[in-house]
Structure formats: C-alpha cells, structure tokens
C-alpha cells in the first residue's frame, strides 16, 4: 500500500460546529505533516508528528487540534472554525529520514465553513 | 532555510521536451534538492531528488549544475497530463521529519 487516505473528501461545517478530518497511512512511514491550502496557493505545514509525537507546529489556532493515535492514523479536529478557515487540508507521510525519500501526500479534504 | 527561485509560469507543446528551471543560490553542501508536482485538485506528488549528480526516474530527469546553485527538471516528452505546478525544494539533510516548505512553484502549461 503507497497510498495516504484522506476522508471524508469533503466537508461543509457551521462555525459552531466539531468535526473532525482523518488521515491513514499503511507504509511504515513514522512522520506524518497536516497541510492548508488556500486556493491558488502553495501549501502551508500546519503540524508535523514524528514517532506519534507533535514536533512543530506553526503557531496554528487552538480550533485546529491535531491527533496521532498511533503510527498509522492522524486526525485533526475541528472547532468553532471560521470562514476564513475554508481551505484544502492535505495530509503527508514520510520516513523520518525525509531528504533520501520522498513524502506522500493524500488528495485532501476541501473543508468549507458557513 | 534555503530558498529557491522558479519562474512563475512556463508554456510548452506536448510531446516535447519541457525544461524547468530552478536557482537555489544560497544551498548548503548538506541540502537535497526535490521536485513536486501538483496536479489541478490533486495533492502534490513527489517527482525526483538529487544532491550533486544527475538522476533519472520513470517520470522526469534532473540536472544539477556543477556548482549546485541550480537545477533543471527535465520532462523527456510531455503530454497533457503534465499539466501542474511543480515545486523545487531543498531539504536539510541534518534534519529528521520537518516538513515541506513550498515556494510559488511554476505553473506548467502544456498544449495539444
């Protein structure tokens, strides 16, 4: 399996509500990255996890709130989002090592907050 | 951290050769340059990485200048599946697991 699954694909979320986006990965791959997109945008790093552990985050808002279960699943939960908040969120994966390997990224969740 | 300068959009007819510049002026001996591509509603998608010599894969070749100040991603035979952004990257070999950090990138356009 090469593959990073993200679900649900799509979302549409109320600014009050929970919810929250899922990323699997069954490569072995103990680093794993949650992206934002913005249209017509590069991607932004969020967090980063390594060995199920958070390693950075980039002075995201506390209504992002990221979670590594164990070494194949990252979640990031969602709270009282705002409208700006709407974007593609991407998930990666890589080895630790990350610089003789390349990383895998999933085809992402469009989030659109009302 | 390094930087990388990629021209903002390029043109090219498809299935001919596409050469995709990058400059990375400032690289250090311990930074692998990599290439991704975005595909429209697609995540990026790892295409190649070198560190001083060129290298070949299925999808594209790199070229490394002698000095290491730039490189060139070089589709052999383009079609319109090629049609994407493509992201020039350096990463610190010293490092563990720190993440991608995307420049502008260059927008690809190819034409039937």
């Known amino acids: 399996d090469t593959e990073v699954t993200q679900t649900p694909k799509h979302l549409v979320m109320g600014m009050t509500n929970k919810k929250s986006l899922k990323c699997e990965q069954h490569?072995?791959?103990?680093?794993m990255y949650w992206y934002k997109q913005k249209a017509k945008k590069p991607p932004e790093l969020m967090f980063v996890?390594?060995?199920?552990?958070?390693?950075i985050n980039e002075s995201v808002p506390s209504r992002f709130s990221p979670e590594c279960p164990n070494s194949s699943l990252l979640n990031l939960h969602l709270h009282a989002l705002q409208p700006e908040d709407s974007a593609l969120y991407l998930c990666?994966?890589?080895?630790?090592?990350?610089?003789?390997?390349?990383?895998?990224f999933g085809s992402g969740t469009r989030l659109t907050v009302v | 951290d390094a930087k990388t300068t990629q021209p903002n959009s390029m043109e090219s007819n498809e299935e001919e050769p596409v050469h995709l510049p990058c400059n990375h002026s400032?690289?250090?001996?311990?930074?692998?340059i990599h290439w991704y591509r975005q595909l429209p509603s697609q995540g990026p998608e790892y295409v190649i990485h070198g560190l001083t010599s060129n290298v070949n894969n299925r999808m594209a070749s790199l070229a490394i200048a002698e000095d290491r100040k730039s490189s060139t991603l070089i589709l052999h035979r383009a079609t319109l599946r090629d049609a994407a952004v493509y992201y020039c990257i350096l990463l610190y070999s010293g490092g563990g697991a720190d993440g991608l950090t995307f420049g502008k990138g260059t927008h690809l356009i190819i034409q039937p």
């Open positions: 990666a994966s890589s080895q630790v090592g990350q610089f003789l390997y390349g990383y895998t």
């Open positions: 996890y390594s060995y199920e552990k958070l390693s």
């Open positions: 400032t690289i250090s001996g311990t930074d692998y």
């Open positions: 490569m072995g791959h103990r680093a």
